[in-house]
């Protein structure tokens, strides 16, 4: 059974950085799509960016693309998430999500999730 973790949340001011880590345990990630998901107060869960397998293939959804590039390591089973540019807007619990698959066949349909990792960006 796969475990994630995420860490590298914070509190940071707008127009800051941040570097989010996803590391796997219970069994390799190398195989597998890698995801990240965001949940603001009151709203709904958001796809935010996904990776393939291999590393080679990304997809950010639009409200984080050019600031955001998801990333992965699979000698070190992690999966990252660089956030530049950061906006009050992006105040949120991000998960790292993992899929049964080389590539997502819908990103909300992901089959294993993190505990979640809490972003809040400050005005």
């Known amino acids: 059974q796969v475990r994630l973790v995420e860490s590298g949340g914070g509190l940071v001011q707008a127009g800051g950085s941040l570097r989010l880590s996803c590391a796997a345990s219970?069994?390799?990630?190398?195989?597998?799509?890698m995801g990240w998901f965001r949940q603001a107060p009151g709203k709904e869960r958001e796809f935010v960016a996904a990776i393939s397998w291999s590393g080679i293939s990304t997809y950010h959804t639009d409200a984080v693309k050019g600031r955001f590039t998801i990333s992965r390591d699979n000698a070190k089973n992690t999966v990252y998430l660089q956030m530049n540019s950061l906006k009050p807007e992006d105040t949120a619990v991000y998960y790292c999500a993992g899929y049964n698959s080389q590539w997502p066949r819908r990103f909300d349909e992901y089959d294993y999730w993190g505990q979640g990792t809490q972003v809040t960006v400050s005005s």
């Open positions: 219970g069994s390799t990630l190398s195989s597998r799509a």
